[in-house]
């Protein structure tokens, strides 16, 4: 693949480890609409969107509101923000990226408040020029919107310059989508020999 001046990066489950974290949040939301979740079920929900999410357990469309205010509201619990960690090769990374003078954003389904939050936590602010959540877009991936959104704000829309790093199917889509490259990581090997993918953000370097 050739290399790219813009690195653009999913949040969850790609610099950061939110699987703990997002239990309670998921949990809050259907708590309050009287449906209970598991652990396994909250793992999957995080690779998909929140319409996706409310659609796939049949909420009510007069619940829809709430449950994403609740959602929203639950990221920024103590309890959530206390369960999010750092994969260990992503400091290095952004390191190294930002040696390069690489460009750097966050593009995510999760909001660009607690996004930024999250950043500051771990002093990684700096780091990032953008950050691009789900209160600044209509259409979630795999809809090409938030990418060409952040490409947008950047005021740099040449998509050849640029690469999305995500580890979901939806980020893949969203990446083809909107015409750019793109990188799925797969730390636990889940997504088998169908698609390219790589184990760690330590395997991205070579892109740049």
Known sequence: MRKHDIFIFDFDGTLVDTKESLVPVYRAGFDLLGMKVSEAQCAHFMHHNLLETMQEM????????????KVVEALDYEESISLIKPFPETEKVLQK???ERKTLIVVSG????HIKKVLEKFRWSHYFKLIVGSDMYKHGKPSPEPLLLGLSLLGDQDKSKAVYIGDSKQDRLSAIA???DWVLVDRDGSYGNKIPTIRSLDEAEELA
């Open 58 to 69: 049949n909420v009510d469309p007069s619940d829809y509101e709430r449950f994403v205010l």
């Open 110 to 113: 999760n909001s660009s408040v």
């Open 178 to 180: 909107a015409g750019i």
């Open 97 to 99: 990226l930002e040696k």
